[in-house]
């Protein structure tokens, strides 16, 4: 019975040695499965932008960062903020133009009128009847005799009725944006407003750009820095007017006068910049309790500015030192706490006891 057994079981072990290889040979011969292809799922790209709108990334708007400021070219930025303006460049020079709807009010007239006759009368003193239909003759400024009268037989006071009254033209007020700025100049005019450039408005890919945020004052945009993530962020302001206030609207006639005086006396030779920082003394020390409340004063106080007591305060200032009193007067700053200023090199007062705080052309500024 053992000796079947081993027999048996020397058999089948020769089985195994015959079968083994062949399924090993099988294995290592057996082509491949062809894998298929699996398609990518398709990935959201992440819009990558330095400018955003109102919290939206902004992708039309040409831009670059240099020295830490953001440029944006003109028309790119002007085309974001009003798709219908204007916009002609050539040989570096950029000019916009545009105007917008920003209120329309409607003038009611009562039946048999003439609507021409009370246009006029609308026009001539802006302003129109009181509802009802009645206007007292203390109210009417002008208006035609036909509403100095009740009409239809009304007595004063009483209502007009129902259906008496028809919607006339309505007078519209409109809004307007011109705006010049030239490559290399260091500011832009817009709206008669000199708005300072820094270092300049450059080229970029072929056109005028100028730091983003002169280009956002034009559109009474606010304008923060995110300095994580590196992103300039715009913001409208509720209820503001789509360009801002023109220059006439701004400017006061007597800090205008004076300022660009003192700076065409004190800094007329100089660059734009010595003649801002002029400026800035002046207004740094309006602004100052411990200095008078007026330009005139501040100018005239004893043994402060030379031109004031020489009389050379009175010549004409040329076309630099106004536009940089402008400037000044729109917020550009080169000295923020600068109170004092001289010759360079100079052994005087604020030489000895004030602050050095830098020197700009010919003169030397303290605080």
């Known amino acids: 019975?053992?000796?079947?057994?081993a027999s048996f079981l020397l058999a089948?072990?020769?089985?195994?040695?015959?079968?083994?290889?062949?399924?090993?040979?099988?294995?290592?011969?057996?082509?491949?499965?062809?894998?298929?292809?699996?398609?990518?799922?398709?990935?959201?790209?992440?819009?990558?932008?330095?400018?955003?709108?109102?919290?939206?990334?902004?992708?039309?708007?040409?831009?670059?960062?240099?020295?830490?400021?953001?440029?944006?070219?003109?028309?790119?930025?002007?085309?974001?903020?009003?798709?219908e303006a204007m916009v002609e460049e050539e040989n570096g020079v950029v000019r916009v133009n545009a105007s917008t709807v920003v209120e329309v009010v409607e003038l009611p007239v009562l039946e048999g009128a003439l609507p021409d006759e009370f246009q006029q009368a609308?026009?001539?003193?802006?302003?129109?009847?009181?509802?009802?239909?009645?206007?007292?003759?203390?109210?009417?400024?002008?208006?035609?005799?036909?509403?100095?009268?009740?009409?239809?037989?009304?007595?004063?006071?009483?209502?007009?009725?129902?259906?008496?009254?028809?919607?006339?033209?309505a007078d519209v007020v409109m809004?307007?944006?011109?705006?010049?700025?030239?490559?290399?100049?260091?500011?832009?005019?817009?709206?008669?407003?000199y708005l300072y450039a820094g270092d300049g408005l450059i080229q970029l890919n072929g056109c005028v750009a100028a730091p983003i945020r002169v280009l956002a004052k034009v559109f009474n945009v606010n304008v923060d820095f995110d300095p994580v993530n590196e992103v300039v962020m715009l913001t409208r302001q509720p209820g503001a007017q789509p360009y801002l206030d023109a220059g006439w609207e701004t400017y006061n006639d007597d800090t205008l006068y004076w300022l660009s005086r003192i700076i065409n006396a004190e800094s007329g030779n100089q660059s734009l910049e010595g003649k801002i920082a002029v400026g800035n003394v002046v207004m740094n020390r309006l602004n100052n309790p411990r200095f008078p409340d007026t330009i005139y004063e501040v100018l005239?106080?004893?043994?402060?500015?030379?031109?004031?007591?020489?009389?050379?305060?009175?010549?004409?200032?040329?076309?630099?030192?106004?536009?940089?009193?402008?400037?000044?007067?729109?917020?550009?700053?080169?000295?923020?706490?600068?109170?004092?200023?001289?010759?360079?090199?100079?052994k005087s007062y604020a030489a000895r006891t004030r602050?050095?705080?830098?020197?700009i052309g010919n003169h030397a500024f303290y605080e």
């Open 122 to 169: 609308a026009d001539d003193v802006d302003q129109a009847p009181v509802d009802g239909g009645w206007v007292a003759a203390d109210e009417t400024q002008g208006f035609p005799d036909m509403f100095q009268e009740p009409v239809d037989g009304m007595t004063e006071g009483e209502a007009a009725p129902a259906g008496t009254e028809t919607p006339v033209a």
């Open 175 to 193: 809004d307007d944006l011109n705006l010049v700025a030239v490559e290399g100049e260091q500011y832009l005019v817009a709206n008669g407003r």
């Open 12 to 83: 089948s072990l020769a089985v195994v040695s015959l079968v083994l290889p062949a399924l090993a040979a099988a294995a290592v011969e057996e082509p491949p499965v062809e894998e298929l292809p699996v398609e990518a799922s398709p990935e959201i790209e992440e819009v990558q932008s330095a400018i955003r709108l109102d919290g939206e990334p902004v992708l039309t708007v040409e831009y670059e960062m240099r020295g830490g400021v953001c440029y944006a070219t003109v028309n790119s930025f002007v085309s974001l903020m009003d798709a």
């Open 300 to 346: 005239f106080q004893k043994n402060q500015f030379t031109p004031a007591a020489s009389g050379s305060i009175y010549r004409e200032p040329n076309e630099e030192s106004v536009a940089a009193a402008k400037m000044v007067m729109d917020g550009a700053q080169v000295m923020p706490t600068a109170l004092f200023f001289n010759a360079a090199g100079l």
């Open 355 to 359: 602050t050095y705080v830098a020197t």
């Open 1 to 5: 019975m053992k000796k079947r057994a």
